[in-house]
């Protein structure tokens, strides 16, 4: 894994205008804190990353490129990637709880 988002959003790479891709992309983060938000497997942290997506203006060309690519984890426009699919919905680990809500993300 590399350091910083903008070289994992590298992916990027081989859309019209990558470089204007990665300056737009809300998760540019040249200090690399975001990194683990948008490859996390906590339900909380998976709906930040999302949060942060929903106001991409690149979203749909990263969500475009994230299937075209099979992404095998992570967040990539606004959707939760695992195995190259989309997960539509991520459950807690361990046993569901008897009562109250469930988390998803
Ligand atoms: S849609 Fe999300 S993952 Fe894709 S570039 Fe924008 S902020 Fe980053």
């Not at 929903?54 to 992404?71: F, H, N």
């Amino acid at each position: 894994m590399t350091d910083t988002m903008s070289e994992i959003r590298g992916g990027l790479v081989g859309y019209a205008h990558p470089e204007e891709i990665r300056t737009r992309a809300r998760c540019a983060d040249p200090s690399g804190q975001l990194t683990s938000l948008f490859f996390s497997e906590d339900i909380p942290e998976i709906r930040r990353a999302k949060a942060i997506c929903r106001g991409c203006e690149v979203r749909i060309v990263c969500l475009q490129g994230a299937q075209e690519r099979r992404e095998p984890c992570g967040v990539w426009g606004g959707e939760l990637f695992v195995n190259g699919r989309i997960l539509a919905v991520k459950r807690p680990r361990g046993r569901p709880p008897k009562h109250g809500e469930q988390l998803t993300a």
